[in-house]
């Protein structure tokens, strides 16, 4: 209570007597104003633009972590990364449910092969089953159209998803949505067209790309046909004339093959469905290495693998881009945190100066206080708190001009902002800290005066 | 009778450079409590030094200095700012009012450094009771450049007497004042002195303000003289009791 009412009794003579002259207090604190101004609407704007980085360095991928079957080896001989099918839908599911870390995850059917419509034909990079959870996992937007569901996927439904490369190939100016086009003989309905995403960091045209449900693609794509990319070239004709038989060294088949009759009749009994692979997104460039840990564990368990046991599969993330995202962000914090320290100790010097001058004019003022009973100490408090309170509210000023400055950048440039409450709680502590740090100097002068001089002083 | 301050012996030297100037040659005297005393000597006789002493903002180099019973010479410096706070009020010839500061704030100023567990309205209503006392009542909002010489004079009195003293230190008190307002001052001394039994030193070098003292003290070359020396400086007391440094 006493030290309450005392500290009150502090403040209330430092504000007293700093609106003794509120103009020069005014003048003196504009370094510490404008320094936190400068602080703060650099950090806002700054954020903002690290924000926007962040998420177009996110577009392309950062966060995103490839989870692929392990190789198969047999007998001493490995068939590289991605040979096993130990991944399955449901392995895609488990990651979903069971990892915090994780965003997204979407499972991975791949094929390569024609795609027809009308009298046009393409072969797309990238012909990809998946779910809906892929436009997150890549950030992608659907331009025209709606995606396709997870019912869609669970009916194995023949939508599809257009790359505006493919758009462009086959269907030359035409509206896409709703129309039709064949892979492999299987009518697929355009449902949406995606949003145009250029090259991807190896130069492959990633709008050159259809999505469609992976159950779709699984079932009835690759399902039904095998791996050959020009469609007209494996239908009946090669079964028929083995003149067409480019290899004559090959093997000769050691079954009878099925005729279309009989494979439509007899669909082979699927196993279980595997998927190629998995993509999966952390929740934020700081979660990947959780997230690669709880993958981990997930697939470990699932895939009953012994401790002893290595993984049969792999996790891995896009460290390059980490390494691009994580010191542009560090760059930009510490140029803006050198420039908040250049203003502030400016501004810091200013507060010295003006104070050093206060103590000198107030020398008689002093002297008189120690006269009527103030001790040392009660006046370097004095002193040191006037200059702390010039700097809260210089700091205060700052902040609300600076988020003032910052809201006008973004009403009328058009700059992406973002309020930083860390930066307004470090511009308060730090005013404060100059305020006390250049504030002592001039203090500690005038609790040394001596009374009898003071009182003297002219 | 009750003595309030009580000196022995008091040496006070000042050294500028190589050369040490003895101020105070050894000050012995005795004042009752509720005494109206006036201190009187010409400029550089030492009385603003025996002043600074017995105000407790100097420390004497020797001798001993009892104030209200206490040993003061050996105080720290915290501790006879406490004794300045509690024991005594100053009044100067310059007023040393604060600046663009009510009369009111002015008077409750020294409440900020020991009255802690007053209220901020305890300390007000004290400083506005103060002020009332010495006929301001009216003009306790007004800052000093609005008032004249003797009504500022008069808020540094009330200042002084804020904490109750026993003691009031009253250095040329008259010294900026024309005759009128001076005769107001040192009546309102007189009424303060008996009334309240304050006891109330006043440093002047004018005998027309000594006049208003019960007693008069006089010092001449840093030491006590039964009166005002003549022409020829004829104070010899004998050999001082200082030693030189």
């Not at chain 1, 003048?27 to 806002?44: D, Q």
């Not at chain 2, 009031?168 to 107001?184: H, I, K, R, V, Y």
Request: glycine fraction near 8%; aromatic fraction near 6%.
């Amino acid at each position: 209570m006493r030290f309450a009412m005392k500290t009150y009794r502090t403040f209330h003579t430092a504000l007293k007597a700093l609106l003794r002259n509120p103009l020069r207090a005014m003048l003196t604190t504009l370094g510490i104003v404008i320094g936190v101004a400068a602080v703060i609407a650099m950090m806002e704007i700054g954020a903002g633009s690290s924000a926007a980085i962040r998420k177009s360095i996110a577009g392309m991928g950062a966060n995103v972590l490839n989870i692929r079957p392990g190789a198969a080896s047999s007998g001493g001989v490995t068939f590289g990364s991605g040979s096993t099918t130990s991944l399955t839908p449901q392995d895609n599911e488990a990651i979903m449910r069971e990892c915090p870390a994780v965003g997204d995850a979407a499972p991975m059917v791949r094929t390569r092969t024609q795609v027809i419509h009308g009298s046009r034909n393409w072969v797309p990079t990238f012909i990809f089953g998946t779910t809906p959870a892929y436009l997150q996992v890549q950030n992608w937007t659907v331009a025209a159209g709606t995606p396709f569901s997870d019912r869609d996927v669970a009916n194995g439904n023949k939508v599809c998803l257009l790359g505006q490369t493919l758009v462009r190939e086959l269907f030359q100016g035409e509206d896409p949505i709703g129309k039709e086009v064949r892979i492999k003989n299987v009518a697929f309905r355009v449902q949406g067209v995606l949003g145009r995403k250029g090259a991807n960091m190896m130069g492959m045209d990633q709008d050159d790309i259809i999505l469609a449900p992976w159950t779709t693609i699984k079932y009835r794509v690759t399902g039904s046909v095998l791996t050959e990319a020009n469609q007209s070239a494996s239908s009946t004709s090669s079964s028929v004339n083995t003149l067409s038989n480019i290899y004559p060294g090959e093997q000769p088949s050691l079954y009878p093959e099925r005729s279309a009759v009989q494979a439509a009749d007899n669909p082979m009994p699927v196993r279980f469905a595997n998927i190629d692979y998995i993509l999966a997104t952390a929740r934020s460039a700081k979660d990947i290495p959780a997230a690669i840990q709880q993958i981990t564990a997930v697939l470990r368990e699932r895939h009953h693998l012994r401790p002893d046991e290595p993984d049969d599969f792999s996790v891995r993330d896009m460290t390059q881009m980490m390494t691009a995202l994580s010191s542009t962000t560090l760059m930009m914090t510490n140029l803006l945190l050198a420039v908040a320290m250049i203003s502030l100790v400016v501004g810091g010097v200013g507060i010295m100066n003006i104070m050093l001058v206060s103590v000198t004019e107030r020398t008689r003022e002093i002297g008189l206080r120690m006269a009527v009973g103030a001790r040392a100490e009660d006046i370097l408090r004095q002193f040191i708190v006037e200059a702390v309170v010039l700097c809260l509210v210089g700091g205060a000023l700052g902040i609300l001009l600076g988020h003032g400055g910052s809201q006008l950048v973004r009403w009328f440039l058009h700059w992406p902002v973002e309020t930083s409450p860390a930066a307004i709680a470090a511009a308060v502590l730090v005013s404060a800290g100059v305020g006390m740090i250049f504030g002592f100097y001039p203090a500690w002068k005038a609790s040394r005066l001596d009374p009898i001089e003071a009182l003297r002083y002219e | 009778m009750q003595t309030i301050i009580e000196l022995q012996d008091i040496c006070k030297a000042y050294r500028m450079g190589d050369i040490t100037v003895p101020v105070l040659k050894g000050v012995s005297l005795t004042i009752a409590r509720g005494e109206l005393v006036a201190l009187m000597g010409t400029s550089g006789s030492g009385k603003s030094t025996l002043m600074n002493i017995l105000g407790c903002l100097d420390r004497p180099d020797s001798g001993v200095y009892r104030l209200d019973g206490e040993e003061m010479s050996r105080l720290s410096a915290d501790q006879r700012a406490m004794v300045r706070n509690r024991k005594l009020g100053f009044v100067f010839q310059s007023f040393n009012l604060l600046p663009r500061t009510s009369a009111l704030d002015n008077v409750a100023m020294p409440l900020t450094y020991t009255a802690g567990h007053l209220s901020e309205r305890e300390a007000r209503q004290r400083a506005a009771r103060m002020l009332e006392r010495v006929g301001l009542g009216e003009r306790m909002g007004h800052e000093p450049s609005r008032l004249s010489g003797g009504q500022q004079q008069r808020v540094a009195i009330a200042r002084a007497l804020i904490n109750q003293p026993p003691l009031l230190l009253a250095d040329e008190p008259t010294g900026n004042l024309d005759s009128q307002t001076s005769a107001e001052v040192l009546a309102m001394f007189q009424a303060l002195n008996r009334e309240e039994g304050i006891t109330i030193i006043m440093v002047t070098h004018d005998p027309h303000v000594a006049g208003y003292a019960q007693r008069a003290i006089h010092i001449h070359d840093g030491q006590i003289v039964d009166r005002a020396p003549g022409r020829d400086g004829s104070a010899d007391r004998g050999q001082a009791p200082c030693v030189s440094p």
